[in-house]
């Protein structure tokens, strides 16, 4: 007898282990949901867009995309609000090592740490 499909959050789909997660879940029959914001686009330009990535894994139905960045905490609250989620898998990631260091990016690795204390 097949498990009961649990709803399970990624952060950080359409990255490179994001996505090989939603695929693995969503294959099982999870209901899964993905928050990102698509900041590669923004470091790295056209090039750095992963938005195709995006629209492969909306061909699962049971995939539900919502662009949410991370360091928003009303938007993350929010989402938690309105979902509640068996389990979170967090793959979110900082693309640019150089660009680590900056504000923005420290208060995205601050939210990080929120969302694992709950």
């Known amino acids: 007898m097949a498990a009961a499909a649990m709803k399970i959050l990624v952060t950080g789909p359409n990255g490179l282990i994001g996505s090989e997660a939603v695929e693995h879940f969503a294959r099982?029959?999870?209901?899964?949901?993905?928050?990102?914001?698509?900041m590669r686009a923004d470091f790295f330009g056209r090039g750095g867009d992963t938005s195709w990535r995006q629209i492969q894994l909306q061909a699962f139905r049971n995939f539900q995309h919502h662009a949410i960045d991370i360091r928003n905490r009303a938007a993350i609250l929010d989402l938690f609000a309105q979902q509640r989620f068996a389990a979170l898998i967090h793959c979110a990631a900082q693309p640019s090592h150089d660009l680590a260091k900056e504000p923005p990016v420290r208060r995205a690795r601050a939210g990080t740490r929120r969302r694992s204390r709950r």
């Open 28 to 38: 099982q029959g999870h209901i899964v949901h993905g928050i990102y914001n698509n």
